[in-house]
T-cell receptor, first 116, second 110 residues
Framework: NAGVMQNPRHLVRRRGQEARLRCSPM?????VYWYRQLPEEGLKFMVY????????ESGMPKERFSAEFPKEGPSILRIQQVVRGDSAAYFC??????????????FGQGTRLTVV | KNEVEQSPQNLTAQEGEFITINCSYS?????LHWLQQHPGGGIVSLFM?????KKHGRLIATINIQEKHSSLHITASHPRDSAVYIC????????????WGAGTKLIIKP
């Protein structure tokens, strides 16, 4: 799973600033999933993307959050005008296909966002 | 009520002990994942199961589809096994969303 690269590992932002979290999937993987882990809580699905397409963003907050996975480059999770409640660990996972019996997704190390 | 229940929430054991972590779920699933999360670190996928049993080194995962229950076992536990172990299930009607358990915090003392 070392192949899924997330950066930065730690990100500190002041309230009102923008946070950009990057995820480079494993080579050959075209499916990316973002999850959020709030303090003392389990992980929650946020969004599922394929190259240039958002497949499901039902777990994304309706405002301030957006995600993209361009044809070239990493997937980006963008949080505008961050608030303290956005402080969490954000994990990215990638897989070669999104089929139901897909081999297990590979996870990145996560980005720990702290809003001060 | 969480749809994925793990037990115990916390487990402390001595090095060498046999460890069992349990996971129960309430609806039909297409797959169940066991993952490991180290303090301050990322997540490692250990197993994905849809039936039966899988073994990797000192780790064994089993699933009973009829009883909607899975167990993760660690043989000859070692302090480096200390981590949070998370069970996650993929529902039958979803090919990507995972529903996560709260995790079991395991501490192995030397």
């Amino acid at each position: 799973n070392a192949g899924v690269m997330q950066n930065p590992r730690h990100l500190v932002r002041r309230r009102g600033q923008e946070a950009r979290l990057r995820c480079s999937p494993m080579k050959g993987h075209s499916h990316v999933y973002w999850y959020r882990q709030l303090p003392e809580e389990g992980l929650k699905f946020m969004v599922y993307l394929q190259k240039e397409n958002i497949i499901d963003e039902s777990g994304m907050p309706k405002e301030r959050f957006s995600a993209e996975f361009p044809k070239e480059g990493p997937s980006i999770l963008r949080i505008q005008q961050v608030v303290r409640g956005d402080s969490a660990a954000y994990f990215c996972a990638s897989s070669p296909t999104g089929a139901p019996r897909d081999p297990e997704a590979f996870f990145g190390q996560g980005t720990r966002l702290t809003v001060v | 009520k969480n749809e994925v229940e793990q037990s115990p929430q916390n487990l402390t054991a001595q090095e060498g002990e046999f460890i069992t972590i349990n996971c129960s779920y309430s609806v039909g699933i297409s797959a169940l994942h066991w993952l490991q999360q180290h303090p301050g670190g990322g997540i490692v996928s250990l197993f994905m199961l849809s039936s039966g049993k899988k073994k990797h080194g000192r780790l064994i995962a089993t699933i009973n589809i009829q009883e909607k229950h899975s167990s993760l076992h660690i043989t000859a536990s070692h302090p480096r096994d200390s981590a949070v172990y998370i069970c996650a299930v993929r529902y039958m009607d979803s090919n990507y969303q995972l529903i996560w358990g709260a995790g079991t915090k395991l501490i192995i003392k030397p």
